[in-house]
């Protein structure tokens, strides 16, 4: 059974009301929506602050600040951003933002090509999100362990056990109680500190 996916929200920094309306022509609704339009970058940060988005696309040069210095300040989310510069910056703009994850394009830009690059910038994403997913997992995990051997030495250091013992110990209440092993520790830890 496919999964249903969520459109992604998209905020357009651009001070041209015909590129922001062109791009929103571009993306079907059904995987982009909504579409949020700013025209400066300090109001694309107002907005940004209510209105948190998936992807954030920049038409450099912006009429505050320049559209690589504002994109690089958003490179650290979780949001994924294309910027959008002028040929004969491309070079020079897209080897500054690389490291940062930030995908670049030179205009003008053509709105099959706009198009393609939005999907490789949502599959992107995707990926983002199940590493992000996997890596929350294995810090519970991490925690799990952390926890668990808190409460061995515990029970070696106040009940004269062997690890294997105190390992042993927790492993049998778990299962005696139906309850995980983190569960049985907290309660160990708990009892003796």
């Keep these: 059974m496919a999964k249903l996916k969520t459109p992604r929200k998209v905020m357009i ?23 949020f339009h700013a025209v400066s970058g300090s109001e694309a940060r107002r907005k940004l602050l209510e209105l948190p988005c998936d992807i954030l696309i920049v038409d450099s040069p912006l009429s505050d600040e320049h559209g690589a210095i504002f994109s690089q300040n958003y490179a650290d989310t979780n949001m994924g951003i294309l910027l959008l510069v002028q040929s004969d910056l491309y070079d020079q703009i897209s080897s500054q933002v690389e490291e940062d994850g930030i995908l670049t394009l030179s ?7 706009f198009y393609s690059a939005m999907r490789m ?11 992000e997913i996997e890596k929350k997992s294995l810090q519970e995990k991490m925690q799990d362990i952390r926890i668990v051997n808190k409460a061995k030495w515990l029970l070696i250091e106040n009940k004269n056990m062997t690890e294997g013992d105190a390992h ?26």
């Design 13 to 35: 920094v651009s001070e041209s009301d015909s590129f922001f309306q062109m791009i929103k022509a571009v993306l079907p609704s059904s995987d982009f929506f909504p579409v």
């Design 168 to 193: 042993k110990y927790i492993e049998k209440a778990a299962m005696d109680k139906r309850r995980s092993r983190r569960e049985i520790a907290e309660e160990i830890i708990d009892e003796y500190e």
């Design 107 to 113: 205009k003008p830009i053509s709105p099959e090509m």
């Design 121 to 131: 910038l949502s599959a992107m994403l995707n990926k983002i999100q199940k590493f």
